[in-house]
């Protein structure tokens, strides 16, 4: 099993951010019914305002070639779409656990 660990730096007002991320969340949240290969999703959105990243995700998928199924998936396509104008930065650590 892997788990595709991602955080989000998002820009704009604290207020737009938070909007953003919600929205984000809500969509990745709704992808393992659409996504065979993928057998969670948890999404968390910071609430400590001394940090800087916004939004992170734990997908846990079969194996590596599954993560590129996932991430080339239509639905997790737009749902990452969401994101348009508003990423400031990514990170990505991908394992097998």
């Not at 892997?2 to 938070?18: E, N, Q, W």
């Not at 998936?73 to 650590?93: D, F, I, Q, T």
Request: proline share 6%; net charge negative; with cysteine.
């Amino acid at each position: 099993m892997v788990k595709h660990i991602v955080t989000f730096k998002l820009s704009g007002t604290p207020a737009v951010r938070r909007e953003v991320a919600e929205k984000f969340r809500d969509a990745l949240l709704a992808l393992p019914a659409q996504i065979d290969v993928l057998e969670s999703m948890e999404v968390g959105i910071n609430e400590n305002p001394a940090e800087d990243w916004d939004v992170v995700l734990i997908a846990t998928v079969p194996d590596m070639p599954s993560v590129e199924v996932y991430a080339k998936h239509p639905a997790h396509v737009a749902a990452a779409g969401l994101l348009a104008g508003h990423k400031e930065s990514r990170a990505c650590v991908d394992y097998y656990c």
